[in-house]
Structures are given as C-alpha cells and as structure tokens.
C-alpha cells in the first residue's frame, strides 16, 4: 500500500469512528438531558483527555484511545455524589428513565443508518443488481481472483457459449462440476481470454432451509443505481435498515452455531480497509459503509451482555421485575465477565484482522 493509499485510509477509518461515536454517545446525550440528569461530560474517545472545553455544565472532551466514547452522568452508581444531588443523578432515576437514557445510544445508531438511506436514496438513487454478466466485486482468495479477474470486467463468453445475463454466467459456473473454464473476458473495450476453475463452497441457509454446496469462483453481481422518488426513498430507508439489522442478527445467529467460520470475524483493521476502499470508491459507498456499520454496533450494543448497552437493559428489566436492583457484588461479577468476553472478541478478531493481513 503506498502513502496516499494509507493516508485515504487513516483518514477514512478515523472520521468514520469518530461520527459514529458521536451519533451513538449523541443519544445517551440528548435523552439524559431530555430527562434532567447532569451530564458531566461528553466524549469522544476513552483515556486521558487531549482536548476539553466546558460549555454550561458540560465538559465537552476528545480522549487519547479513538475506539469508542462516553457520557459521563453525574451519580451513574449509587453513592454519595447522587446523594448529594438525587434530582440530577442517573442512579436514582425510575427503571423507566435510566432504560430509556441507555437505549437512546443504539436507536440513534439506527435513526442515523435510516437518514443516510433517505437521503442517498432520495438524491442518488438506489442499488439494484444489473442483468448484465458484469463482475461487481472480487472475492479475496477465491479462483477469480487468482485467475486476474477485476470488478468491472464483462464476461462475455465461456467456452464456446457466448453469455448474455448474470444468470446464464452463475448456472453455467455452477454446472461446471469443477472444470476449468476459459472466460472470454471485456476490460476497457479490450477483449482476452482467462481460465479459471470452479471450487465447491457452502450456501447460507436462507429461511430454515439446510445449505447446500455449489461451485463458484468468487465474483459478485454489479449494481446499478436507478432514481426514486422522495416518498419511495423513505420507505426503501426503512425496509434497507430493518433487513439489515435482521440481516446481522442472523449473521450473529449462524456464527454460534457453528455454520459461518468464526474467522471472517473482522476487528479495527478490517473496518479500515472498508472505509479505505469505499472512500476512494466514491462518497455514496462510503456512506453506504457507514450505514451498514452503524446498524452493526446498534445490533451488537443491544446484545445482553454486561458492559454493553444491552447488559445494562437487561440489569434495569431484571430490577424492574424484582422490584429493587440486583445486588452490588452480583452487578460486579456479571461486569467483570462481560468485559473478559469483550476483550476476548477484541483480541480474536484483531489476530483475525492480522492473519488476513500477513497471510491473506
């Protein structure tokens, strides 16, 4: 990767982090202070504090460690600084208001991915696949790559057949059985032959069903974009956010129980090199990225696990039925386990993002 390369890339993963934090810290925000709790400070970031400017009673913060953020509450556990100042502290709030302050941070990542969809559907237009055998993406590792086939290039022939659809070009490769195939391929209004041999890879079981195993060589459908009106761009928003999320929720599902490899897990690294290549792809993709990922961290924050905003939900609907907050000693053994599975993923997925890195 040369410098420039390098730099689109910092500079695209930063401002991503960074508006991505801000639109999720930015809830917790806006509801605390909706509700009347004294918020002590903003941040973006965690660590020692690099840049701060108090404005009302807020102190407003960018910390050393990017990867995330806080808003500080006064009074966020029970003790005397909520004593001092029952009204304004978080801890003596109903179950109601401290759910509603710590579930505003994932629907702000939501209502922030549905916006970007509005808006880019509304002024650009939206994705749909082409009919045409244009190859729209490359899959790392997979025959095509290997074979030297670019997202763009036309498969206009196999063998002696020429191929006019996308659809035609996936049935003849799966009914290949794993023979060489020699591509008649279109680059720049240049025509040239290439080889490539199918391998056997398992489908995602869509619906329930069981997967079935198919041969491909790792090439994605194009995508063209059609105008829509602004009414239309709304409701596609809304339908594009929901699958998503449901689309991550099965993801997740798939991986538990075994039949997505934990290994495409991908961590800081792995975000970077998305929002590298969506920005130099153009402002829409990069968009579009941001939109994915932040329906991603809506998801997984509202996971029940301590630590995350989903493990305090869970702490407050447990409350809420026993009519009185679990006990201290409870409350610091369940943080102390979520924050050992939160470091786990963390390092499994950046040894991932390393691996892919140095080995490919």
Sequence with gaps: MDIHSLLVTLLSFAVAIGVLVFVHELGHFAVAKRVGVLVERFSIGFGPVILARKRGETEYAVSAIPLGGYVKMLGEEEGEEALANPERAFSTQSVLRRAAIVFAGPAMNFVFAFLVYAVLFATVGVQNPSTEPRVGGVTAGMPAERAGLQAGDRIVAIGDTPIATWEQLAKTIAASKGERLRLLVERDGARFPLEVTPELHETLP???EDAEKVYRIGVEISLEWEHVGPLRAVGMAGEETVGTALMVLKGLKLMLSGRVPLRDLGGPIAIASAAGKQAKAGGRYYLLMLAFIS?????????????????????????GAMR????ARHREIALQVGILLIITLIVFVSYNDIHRLVWG
């Design 324 to 327: 009185r907050p679990l006990r």
């Design 206 to 208: 869509i619906s329930g």
């Design 295 to 319: 329906i991603n961290l809506g998801v997984l924050n509202l996971l029940p696990i301590p630590v995350l905003d989903g493990g305090h939900l869970a702490f407050f609907a447990i409350e």
